[in-house]
């Protein structure tokens, strides 16, 4: 068997090769993919022994290593001992919920409506206007958000209540309205790119479910809620384990536009903090320990929490009879 077994496996690798080479420009378009993993999340494994050191940029430079901790866990110690650990879990924790809770179902109740427009034309012009936000930077879509809700005399919104006499609404400045405006721009941007892969999913759902569901007397919303549903169901499973995997991930580039001196008590977050403080250098939480080890060490616990939580969601939803993902 193994005689035979040996060339078969010899003439699949040589049909392998053949494909690659048939198709090699499109395998070329996966090089700046390959190259971003390789550069932003492999490469910096290589630095995996800053989390227990004194890092020196200096001195690295300059051949020399940068001192070990000691404690090897010191940097660790700090961030969770320290006065600002609390704040920026709760912080972190609150729009992560807010992400989870509102952000992730929009866009499935969104791909919901879309799939009842029976007139292709006009559903395909609503698609156009709901992707064109997720192609906006986040630099001007907040930029957009401070004309509409800013202060007077650049927000439009607080302009025309003072121009009636009435009081200014402080959207983009008091805390009680970060995490609100926070939602309403994540919705905004993000929620129409997210029904792709919905609708996507639903272009395979059997129309004959839907015919026996009308004889059945079925209205559309049983419809939707007895066969649109569970067609996508495994995705929203399947899109859920990912998107914990990115649980503690708040969006920096928003929130670092967002936030403000007023706001910042609910604003700063772990992606705003490691900046502030790795790559910024704005404050330094202790004498005896590197910042860009400090952040790193943020950054590691991060990751840990990240992995953990897929494999958790990951188990759950087999425990539930669900297709995981790993």
């Known amino acids: 068997m193994a005689g035979v077994a040996n060339p078969l496996v010899r003439m699949n690798a040589k049909a392998g090769l053949k494909r690659v080479w048939k198709y090699r420009w499109l395998y070329f378009l996966l090089i700046p993919g390959i190259l971003y993993y390789i550069f932003f999340q492999a490469a910096p494994f290589a630095f995996f022994r800053i989390l227990f050191q004194k890092y020196s940029p200096q001195m690295e430079m300059l051949g020399k290593q940068s001192p070990w901790l000691e404690p090897w866990y010191r940097n660790f110690e700090v961030f969770f001992t320290g006065k600002d650990f609390w704040m920026l879990t709760g912080n ?3 729009l992560a919920l807010l992400n ?3 952000t992730f179902p929009f866009p499935i109740v969104l791909s919901l409506m879309l799939n009842e427009i029976r007139i292709n034309r006009f559903k395909r012009s609503v698609q156009s206007v709901l992707y064109l936000p997720h192609f906006i930077s986040w630099a001007i879509l907040v930029s957009i958000v401070m004309m509409i809700c800013g202060p007077a005399p650049t927000g439009a919104i ?19 309205w970060f995490r609100p405006m926070y939602v309403i721009e994540n919705i905004w941007k993000e929620s129409g790119w997210g029904t792709i892969i919905y609708l996507a999913a639903l272009s ?8 026996a569901a009308v004889i059945d007397g079925a209205g559309r919303w049983r419809q939707m809620i007895h066969v649109t549903l ?24 928003q929130i670092y536009l967002m936030m403000n001196s007023l706001n910042r008590s609910v604003a700063q977050v772990f992606d705003t903090y490691v900046y502030e403080v790795g790559l910024c250098g704005l404050y330094k939480p202790a004498k005896d320990i590197s910042t860009y ?9 991060r990751s840990i929490v990240s992995t953990t939580l897929i494999l958790i969601t990951d188990r759950i939803t087999k425990a539930l009879g669900e297709e995981g993902l790993l």
């Open 92 to 94: 972190t924790l609150a």
């Open 100 to 102: 989870i809770g509102i």
């Open 158 to 176: 607080n302009t025309m209540l003072k121009a009636a006499g009435k009081s200014a609404i402080p959207m983009m400045e008091s805390p009680e």
């Open 204 to 211: 395979n759902c059997d129309p004959q479910l839907y015919e």
């Open 230 to 253: 569970p067609a996508i169901r495994s995705t929203i499973v399947i899109m859920l384990i990912l998107r914990m995997g990115s649980f503690l991930d708040s969006g920096f580039d």
């Open 293 to 301: 080890s400090y952040a790193a060490a943020i950054g590691f616990t």
